[in-house]
């Protein structure tokens, strides 16, 4: 489906702020030339209002449609993007490379929030929408749970919305092609850590010692009867131990063990359950050994699954069929055990993210990946729709 021209006509000017945010990349909650370069740039495009600083880095937009703010939460839908990068060496050896040491943009973050400016700048020349859109661009998705952190400073009170829609660049999936579905998309996910504190000795001396290590090693089984035998067969869930540390000497019981991993579903309830397993577990078999349990859950990096609402997916997916072409709109593919935090901004309202093709690329979070300029119109393109389709201007 070829793109409307007046947004093919923004590619060039989209591909050097795309690589201009590439060279600069920041990390969780220090998006502070990022966000200055987004407010500015929505103030030149003539927003109604700008507002910065929410979630700490957290910038939202305001535009109204050619009637005016609409009528409140009814009238008023948010679009995210998100502005951060990751704690990698860039590898791909392209003329825009990172400018800084250690940090890459390795998600396509430059990209999600270039494609939300580029609607921003032809939505605000055009308002051909009634109502209010809110733009916001948020810090810290990865791992620092900046969506949260947005709503606990308001977010939804401050724009009052009916829905949210956010976006991520699929490598592997073509230019101009996307993909939603309804339900399930992207995992839940966080982490945990046991502690079990045993009493070290010599180790030709076993009875004076309580041995953290076989404790640990009947918990590390224990652990793995919770997926099998205690969620709903039919219920997709991953709990992975990835680190066992203890000891340090061929001759001393060490003092402690410390078991660690992390676990993935699509469903909080299960979720929950398999923390429950998890505490259950290593507090009885350090009771079966004599021994103590510290059980932490690192709630603080919890994302919630991401589920799209049905009615906004198969909305967002009429959206998408007009833009791309039917054809290049995919249904059909599993959920990812990979999360998002767009899932606690979709948890409080009804939601949809789509995936929006990458080309050939390297995969996400690899040294070598780079967001494809090529998709920015087309992201353009989705979002511009989207906005005209949900709030559509009245016809006199
Ligand atoms: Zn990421
Ligand atoms: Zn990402």
């Known amino acids: 489906m070829p793109l409307p021209n007046s947004i ?8 050097e702020w795309r690589r201009d945010f590439h060279q600069h990349p920041e990390l969780c909650y220090e998006e502070t030339r990022t966000a200055g370069l987004v407010a500015e740039r929505l103030r030149a495009f003539g927003f109604d209002a700008v507002e910065t600083g929410i979630g700490k880095t957290g910038v939202v937009g305001v535009l109204h449609g050619a009637d ?5 939460e009814g009238e008023a839908i948010m679009l995210r993007a998100d502005m951060d990068a990751l704690p990698m060496q860039e590898e791909t050896g392209a003329a825009h490379k990172s400018t800084v040491a250690g940090k890459l943009h390795a998600c396509g973050h430059d990209g999600h929030t270039t ?3 580029g609607a921003a700048k032809h939505l605000a020349e055009t308002r051909n929408f009634k109502g209010t859109v809110y733009f916001c661009f948020q810090p810290a998705e990865e791992g620092g749970a900046g969506a949260r952190s947005m709503i606990e400073d308001g977010l939804f009170e401050r724009f009052p919305c009916r829905q949210v829609f956010g976006m991520h660049n699929w490598p592997s999936l073509p230019i101009g092609h996307f993909a939603v579905k309804p339900g399930p998309m992207l995992a839940a996910a966080d982490e945990f850590k046991v502690t079990l504190e045993g009493r070290g000795g010599h180790a030709a001396k076993p009875d004076k010692a309580r041995d953290p290590i076989v404790a640990g090693a009947h918990l590390v089984t224990a652990l793995q009867t919770l997926v099998s035998r205690s969620v709903d067969p039919l219920q997709p869930a991953v709990l992975s131990v990835t680190q066992f540390h203890a000891g340090s000497a061929f001759n001393v019981i060490p003092e402690r063990a410390q078991i660690g991993g992390t ?17 259950r577990l290593a507090h009885e078999t350090a009771q079966m050994f004599d021994m103590a349990a510290d059980v932490y859950r690192g709630t603080d990096g919890y994302y919630p699954p991401t589920i799209n609402d049905p009615d906004t997916a198969s909305f967002a997916r009429a959206v998408l069929a007009e833009v791309a072409g039917a054809d290049q709109v995919h249904t059909e593919f599993p959920p990812t055990m990979g999360s998002e935090d767009f899932s606690f901004m979709s948890r409080e309202k009804p939601g949809v993210f789509v995936f929006c093709g990458n080309g050939d690329t390297a995969s996400l979070h690899n040294a070598k990946y780079d967001f494809n300029d090529d998709a920015l119109a087309h992201g353009v393109a989705y979002w511009s729709k989207l906005v005209e389709t949900a709030l559509p201007k009245s016809v006199s």
Not at 68 to 72: D, E, L, R, T
């Open 8 to 15: 093919a006509a923004l590619t060039s000017e989209l591909t």
């Open 263 to 279: 676990v993935r579903t699509f469903d909080e309830d299960v979720h929950l359950l398999i923390h429950e397993g998890i505490a």
């Open 115 to 117: 494609m939300l400016l």
């Open 68 to 72: 005016g703010a609409g009528a409140g």
